[in-house]
């Protein structure tokens, strides 16, 4: 009689992919996943949601226990397909909520084979030629960067704030030599611009030199760090006798795409190098995770124009490689395949200029007697993450292979032209005014007004006049009811869904400015979704006059 427990682990290997082939169990396990992806398939619809608006319970998810019985592949299937119910669907064109791509079939491939076999890139002992994609992927989008391929290195992280971790840390060990082994014994700050993202922040909390040793640098109209003003706050810190462990350079801002000036901000370091004299050269992290993309413009020839972008569109594509091209002079970048290079989530990449700067934190083989024991590969020597997944280098190596500068140059191209289109729009109506004009990327800051505001105006009386504080916060209000108003219609799949920033920037009197937020990165969008979002924004404008004509 055999024992139920051999039953049950007979039944649980249908659950599993065979080891060795069997055509039966392999048409099953493909057959499983066509099963999930019908059902995903019956979810959509002309709303840029699957399925339907869900309500999050999570008073019953607390209440969830693990059953005594196992469950079928089948129900297990149905149930994890339903879990996506509500999800938004990034690649619809109605979707232009945050920087979030649609991932290509070829990126979802390369996430989903490593899953199935589960390489670890602790070490190529674990990991074979996917350590080797890593590699490639590293070398590759160095020389698109600027990078000699021969002298850096990559390892792909869990986000954009691992890459500022791994840049900041290194910088902190070049700073303060031996703070890794002995503890950090003196004051060290990061420097960035005011626009940079709060992982600068996260990162001096979790390396443990405080959130207030994070300067941030005021910046200019157009979200750049204003570097006089950066030189100037460097050579305080220095004069109080503090470190810099690392000046983070932002390209590309998550709200403005703003591009800091990287060759000055270079020019700034080295000057204080020299005239301090300092002992160690001050480490700088480009934060390029949004930006990295359109270093495929840095050999394209503008004049020419092959690809026969529209004029505006070409000058805005320059004006970002302008700022792009400087990348090179960076000592260490983030970049995001998972933002801008369309694969899914996580796909990060940190590169490092220099390789050397990587044996500043590699671990000392006794302290991993278990690992590194064959091959020529261990960035498990010096990553954070010990498990590391392969999916990231796979996905990101199928969209390079996939999409070549040409595919990547036109669908950036595209996603620009929309933005600037949705831009002319809107600032030739008198009801809306874009917040940040002058950037040549695909995200869009604007406020709506009620009738009878001066909006050429407006602006630049609320960012410096104090008087205005009490018109501010209305407009500010009113900006948020437009939003909750579009929003409500989009997933009934009318309209566009886009989003909201509480603090675009604060105006000179210290108030918040609240911005409606519309991020192109749809390869489906076209100008009649540009035209639905401005058809969204009046519908609500004569909803809210409505109700205030009726509540006077």
């Known amino acids: 009689m055999t024992s139920p427990y051999l039953e049950l682990v007979a039944s649980l290997r249908q659950a599993f992919p ?10 099953y396990f493909v057959f499983s996943f066509l099963r999930a992806l019908d059902q995903l398939d019956s979810m959509k619809s002309a709303s840029p949601l699957l399925g339907q608006p869900v309500t999050l319970d999570y008073d019953a998810a607390k209440l969830a226990t693990v059953e005594k019985d196992p469950q079928s592949l089948e129900q297990v299937t149905q149930m994890l397909v339903q879990q996506l119910s509500g999800l938004f669907i990034w690649g619809h064109p109605r979707a232009q909520i945050n920087v979030v791509p649609p991932p290509t079939i070829a990126s979802v491939i390369g996430g989903l084979l490593p899953s199935i076999y589960n390489p670890n890139l602790v070490s190529e002992e674990s990991s074979k030629q996917v350590a080797v994609a890593e590699v490639e992927v590293s070398s590759m989008t160095a020389a698109l960067i600027g990078y000699d391929p021969a002298k850096s290195a990559g390892l792909f992280t869990f986000g954009g704030t691992a890459t500022v971790l791994y840049g900041v840390k290194l910088g902190l060990e070049k700073a303060c030599p031996g703070s890794g082994r002995s503890g950090l014994r003196e004051r060290a700050v990061i420097l960035c611009s005011e626009r940079a993202h709060y992982a600068c922040l996260t ?31 460097a050579r305080d810190v220095l004069k109080s006798g ?66 026969d972008f529209r004029h505006r569109t070409v ?97 950036l191209g595209h996603i620009v032209a929309m933005a600037e289109e949705l831009r002319e729009h809107l600032e030739g109506h008198a009801a809306t005014t874009v917040c940040n004009r002058g950037n040549f990327g695909p995200v869009t800051l604007f406020r709506v007004y009620p009738d009878g505001i001066d ?64 991020y192109i990165l749809s390869p489906f969008a076209e100008e009649k979704y540009v035209d639905a979002v401005l058809e969204s924004l009046w519908k609500a404008r004569a909803i809210i006059a409505q109700e205030d004509a009726a509540t006077r």
């Open 18 to 27: 065979q080891p060795v082939s069997d055509r039966v169990h392999d048409a």
């Open 203 to 233: 990162v001096a909390n979790w390396l443990g030199f405080g959130q207030d040793n994070v300067i941030q640098v005021p910046c200019s109209a157009d979200n750049e760090m204003q570097t006089c003003l950066l030189e100037t706050m």
């Open 242 to 307: 503090a470190k810099i462990a690392a000046i983070v350079a932002t390209m590309g801002t998550t709200d403005h795409f703003g591009l800091d000036d990287l060759a000055s901000i270079h020019e700034i370091r080295d000057r204080l190098v020299d005239e301090f004299k300092l002992d160690y050269t001050p480490h700088i992290h480009a934060d390029a995770v949004i930006g990295w993309a359109w270093s495929v413009f840095n050999d394209y020839d503008f004049q020419k124009n092959p690809l």
């Open 315 to 411: 000058r805005a594509l320059a004006g970002a490689k302008r700022r792009i091209q400087k990348l090179p002079l960076a000592d260490s970048l983030g970049i995001d395949f998972h933002k801008t290079g369309f694969c899914p989530y996580v796909s990060t990449l940190f590169l490092v200029k220099d390789a050397t700067d990587l044996e500043m934190i590699s671990r000392q083989q006794s302290d991993t007697p278990y690992l590194f024991h064959d091959g020529h590969y261990h960035p498990g020597r010096y990553t954070l993450e010990t498990s590391r997944s392969g999916s990231g280098p796979l996905a990101a190596l199928a969209n390079l292979r996939l999409f070549g500068k040409d595919g990547l140059r036109s669908l």
């Open 455 to 518: 909006t050429f105006g407006i602006l630049d009386h609320e960012l410096k006049d104090a008087r205005y504080r009490e018109k501010l916060l209305a407009h500010n209000e009113y900006n948020r009811r437009i939003f909750h108003l579009v929003q409500a219609e989009a997933v009934k799949g009318n309209g566009v869904v886009i989003s909201l920033t509480d603090c675009y920037r604060e105006t000179d009197y210290g108030e918040p400015m609240v911005a409606l937020k519309s």
